[in-house]
C-alpha cells in the first residue's frame, strides 16, 4: 500500500516494502526471495554471507536460513566484534536464528571476493552458496525488478535509497521510459556509479550524493530530529542508515525547487528498521537525543 505524504504543496506517496515482513522486510525480502529458491533447488545446505555489525542482511539472512531450514554463515566486518555479540542486538538475533558468526579483521574482510580468501572459507566451512555483501546479485535484481507495477507507471519520480546498488538497479530495470529514478546514496563517494552499471539495463537514472551525513552509518543531529518528526507528523517510522537520509534528501529538494510542480514521486521505504536499536545505543553513548 502507498501511503500519501504532503509536503510544500508536493505529493509524495510512500512505497511501504518494510511492512512486507516483520523481519525479512523492505529490499531484504527482495534480494532474498530468488537466492532462497536458488539454493534450495541446487540441494545446497549452507549459504554464506558478508556483513557489519548492524547489517540489515546479515540479520535478514539468518531468518531466512532459520525459516527455509539452510544453515547460515555471517562473515563479519572487525575481529573487535567477537565479545560483544550480546550487546549488539543485530548479531545477537542472527547467532538466535542459527547463524554461525566469523569475525574478521577489517583487510581480510575487503577481501570478500577474491578467490584465495573463498577458499580458506571452503577449508574451514566446506561448500557453502555465496551471497555477496548485502545480497547484491543478478538474483536480487531480479526480485527488485518486481518492485514497481504497472499501477506505478504514471509517477514521474521514483527514489530510493542505496547500498550496493542493487535496489535501485531493479528499480531501473522495472521502470518505465517516462520515469526518472534517483537513488540516495548512504555512502561517501561516487563509485556506485560502475556497480550499477553492471546490473542496470536503462540509463533514467541519477544518483543524488549530497545527502550521506558523512558517509556510511554516519548522522547528524539534524537527521536524527528530521526522522522523530517525520514520525510524528506521518505516524511513519524511517531508519537511519538508509530511508531517513532518502526522504530527508526529498523534503530538501522540494524546498530548493528540484521537482518541477505537479510532479508525482514515489519514495521507496527499503525497511531496515531492526537497526534502530543498535543506533540507538551509538546516540545513548554521545548523549544525543534517541530516535523514536
Keep these: 500500500m502507498d501511503e500519501l505524504v504532503v509536503y510544500g504543496g508536493y505529493k509524495v506517496f510512500m512505497r511501504r516494502e518494510d511492512l512486507i515482513h516483520p523481519l525479512i522486510s523492505g529490499n531484504k525480502y527482495r534480494k532474498l526471495k530468488y537466492n532462497i529458491k536458488d539454493v534450495k533447488s541446487k540441494k545446497q545446505s549452507t549459504l554464506l554471507t558478508f556483513g557489519g555489525a548492524y547489517s540489515n542482511h546479515i540479520s535478514a539472512t539468518a531468518y531466512a536460513g532459520k525459516v527455509y531450514s539452510v544453515k547460515t554463515i555471517g562473515i563479519i566486518r572487525g575481529e573487535e566484534l567477537v565479545n560483544k555479540i550480546e550487546s549488539n542486538p543485530t548479531l545477537r538475533f542472527a547467532q538466535s536464528c542459527g547463524m554461525i558468526l566469523k569475525f574478521v579483521s ?33 538474483l536480487a535484481i531480479k526480485g527488485c525488478e518486481e518492485i514497481l507495477t504497472i ?39 561516487d563509485f556506485l556509479q560502475q556497480d550499477i552499471r553492471k546490473f542496470a539495463k536503462q540509463e533514467n537514472w541519477e544518483l543524488i550524493t549530497g545527502y550521506h551525513f558523512g ?43 528540484f521537482f518541477p510542480k505537479q510532479s508525482k514521486i514515489l519514495a521507496v521505504h527499503t525497511g531496515g528498521l531492526q537497526g534502530v536499536e543498535g543506533m540507538n545505543l551509538k546516540l545513548k553513548k554521545k548523549g544525543w537525543s534517541l530516535i523514536e
Aim: charged share 30%.
Design 215 to 257: 558517509g556510511y552509518g554516519k548522522i547528524k543531529p539534524e537527521l536524527i530530529s528530521f526522522i522523530n518528526w517525520f514520525k510524528r507528523e506521518y505516524k511513519i517510522p524511517l531508519d537511519p542508515i538508509y530511508t531517513g537520509k532518502m526522504m530527508y534528501g526529498i523534503f530538501d529538494m522540494i524546498k530548493k525547487g
Design 151 to 189: 499501477d506505478d507507471a504514471d509517477f514521474d519520480f521514483v527514489c530510493c535509497s542505496v547500498g550496493t546498488g542493487g535496489t535501485i538497479s531493479g528499480l531501473i530495470n522495472g521502470s518505465y521510459k517516462n520515469q526518472k529514478i534517483l537513488g540516495f546514496p548512504a555512502l561517501k563517494g
Design 106 to 138: 577489517r583487510d581480510k574482510y575487503r577481501k570478500k571476493e577474491e578467490a584465495e580468501f573463498l577458499e580458506e572459507l571452503k577449508a574451514e566451512f566446506g561448500n557453502f552458496y555465496v551471497l555477496p555483501e548485502g545480497g547484491t546479485n543478478d
